[in-house]
């Protein structure tokens, strides 16, 4: 007797799945909650029944109960970050005043911001990454090559006769 094969999974399902996933992540990212079904549906224009359907089976990094698992690459990246330094593009707003009575005015200035790195971070990084640790622990396994002898000699048993 054969086996039935499963049916294939149909195309719209397959997006509709990858659609709630993909929503779900950028939820999570900008929210650091996980999104109710209405929030779901809203984001993907799915119908609130498909997306309780696809909710169930959407698993976020190690597939565990911790949604929040799946940020973890970002904050490796962050950390990095702060680790080996960093920079980006910044504007600065500066109201300049156009003197006695004649109100100011807004400039805009654009500059890059440099962050150096950051020791603590590039420490928590290598500990995270590379496994390096601060303490040192021995272990000491056979003999330790020390041998140490006593020769003690008891005195003699005192005799009751010895000249008294």
Same mark, same amino acid.
Request: negative net charge.
């Given at each position: 007797m054969k086996t039935p094969k499963a049916a294939p999974a149909r195309e719209d399902a397959l997006r509709n799945a990858a659609e709630v996933r993909k929503a779900m992540v950028a939820f999570i990212k900008k929210h650091l909650r996980p999104p109710t079904v209405q929030e779901l549906a809203k984001a993907t224009g799915l119908s609130d029944k498909t997306v309780k359907a696809h909710r169930k089976r959407v698993k976020l &990094?190690? &597939?565990?109960?911790?949604?929040? +698992? +799946? !940020?973890?690459?970002?904050? !490796?990246l962050a950390l990095h970050a702060r680790a080996v330094g960093y920079k980006h593009r910044a504007v600065k707003l500066i109201a300049v005043s156009g003197g006695a009575g004649m109100g100011s005015e807004v400039e805009r200035h654009e500059y890059t911001e440099h962050y150096p790195p950051d020791a603590a971070a590039a420490k928590l990084w290598v500990q !995270?990454?590379? &496994?390096?640790?601060e303490k040192t622990e021995k272990n000491h396994t056979g003999e330790v090559g020390l041998t140490l002898n006593f020769n003690y000699v008891a005195p003699p048993t005192p005799t009751p006769d010895a000249g008294h």
């Open positions: &990094g190690d &597939g565990s109960e911790n949604v929040y +698992q +799946q !940020l973890t690459g970002d904050v !490796l !995270l990454v590379e &496994g390096f640790s």
